[in-house]
């Protein structure tokens, strides 16, 4: 249908172009609320690469259109990153943009900037190669992902009322073709006690002692969790305690602790809130979903609650043919097919709007948030193939 050496070679010609910009884009820090800089320069390399319509939304996210076919393709791509903290050993500049091996380092490079070249030159490589077909394909680089995923996606649907057909979740899948991940959530528990003095505790209600058996029925519960043989494992672990005390010659009154939930399949945020109620010492305690506010970088507030359900696109769906048949344009075989370990934006399209969704893109999943990030200039390059002519075999179904 489309020429293999044809699109090689077209992709080769922008590779000096994608490495110039992508050691650009790790050069802007762009942490979660803070995208402004980095969605601008994307906004600039768009305008040059030949988009119908370029656009930034209410949230901050910088949207790049291309044709008004009937069929609706979105290629997302979140661009913001995790921090970096004093205490991490970084050997070089995470900020440095540096190149070696033909790899480009630093934050955000293997989650997942590398994948933003790459969706952004497929752009020219449609219009190049006139790969236009009834599609719209929007290319949507998005903002807060990191500090909470899927919160673009919703924003996108539901305020801007983009409406796709189809999704691709560019987050690293190291050229595999995902089909899924286990949701998560994040818990409350907060248990009261009665403070007193230090020195006579029996007179009072010591909440870190009412609260320390159900820390243990919980590791309990993750043991016996279920797990599914294509996603794993459900797990729970208390990530987090605090507890509130008068002083240090006091009982406290009152512990906290936090909840991180990894739902696999089957396993949705009522039984999860559920598991936990029912547990013998949970007594007394108040157990709640967290919910997520915030502030984009344009001044929008935000907010969700912090639950992320669980998606899996069938083998079967045509969104995966596709994806394999664009893979084997990328790669010249097959792409491995699988599923993520982490949560991408995959929880919105897939799993609140049902929208089939699949995943492909550079970088490594396990180099994620490490002092080690990088991206294969290559994988970029070939990643570009794939978001070229996905669209187009979509459509040809
Ligand atoms: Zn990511």
Redesign the pocket.
């Known amino acids: 249908m489309m020429n293999v050496s044809t699109l090689k070679k077209a992709s080769q010609k922008n590779r000096s172009a994608m490495t110039r910009f992508m050691r650009d884009l790790v050069r802007i820090p762009s942490y979660s609320c803070q995208e402004k800089e980095v969605v601008h320069r994307i906004a600039e390399e768009m305008h040059k690469t030949g988009f119908d319509k370029i656009f930034l939304d209410k949230m901050g996210n910088c949207i790049g259109k291309i044709g008004r076919g009937k069929t609706v393709i979105l290629i997302d791509g ?1 661009i913001d990153t995790v921090q970096v903290t004093p205490s991490q050993n970084w050997t070089l500049n995470p900020f440095g943009g540096v190149m070696k091996n033909n790899r480009i380092y630093g934050r955000g490079a293997a ?2 900037k590398g994948a933003t070249p790459a969706m952004v030159y497929a752009g020219k490589l449609i219009k190049e190669l006139g790969l236009e077909d009834d599609y719209t394909l929007y290319i949507t680089c998005t903002c807060q ?2 500090d909470c995923d899927g919160l673009p996606i919703l924003h996108i649907v539901e305020k801007e009322h983009i409406q796709p057909n189809f999704v691709v979740i560019t ?2 899948t190291d050229m595999k073709l995902h089909r899924g991940h286990r949701g998560r959530m994040e818990i409350k528990v907060t248990m009261k006690g009665k403070s007193c003095h230090g020195s006579m505790p029996q007179l009072g209600v010591n909440a870190v002692y009412k609260m320390a058996p159900l820390i243990e029925e919980i590791e309990t519960l993750n043991q016996s969790l279920h797990t599914d043989p294509f996603l794993g494992k459900g797990t729970v672990v208390v990530s987090k305690i605090e507890c509130q005390t008068p002083s240090l010659n006091a009982v406290p009154d009152e512990c906290v602790i936090y909840l991180d939930r990894r739902l696999t399949l089957g396993e949705t945020k009522e039984l999860a809130l559920r598991q936990i109620r029912q547990m013998p010492h949970a007594k007394g305690a108040k157990i709640e979903l967290l919910q997520y506010a915030a502030t984009s970088w344009t001044g929008l507030k935000v907010a969700q609650e912090k639950y992320f359900p669980t998606w899996v696109t069938a083998e079967d769906h045509w969104l995966v043919k596709a994806g394999l048949e664009a893979g084997k344009y990328a790669l010249g075989r097959k792409p491995v097919l699988t599923r993520w370990t982490f949560s ?1 934006n995959g929880v919105a399209s897939a799993g609140r709007l049902k929208i089939p969704t699949i995943g492909f893109g550079p970088g490594k999943e396990e180099l ?1 948030h490490t002092v080690q990030e990088y991206v294969e200039i290559e994988d970029m390059v070939k990643a570009s193939i794939f978001y070229a002519t996905l669209p187009k075999i979509i459509v040809q179904k």
């Open positions: 979140h989650d997942q992902e990191e987050d690293s991408t994620a």
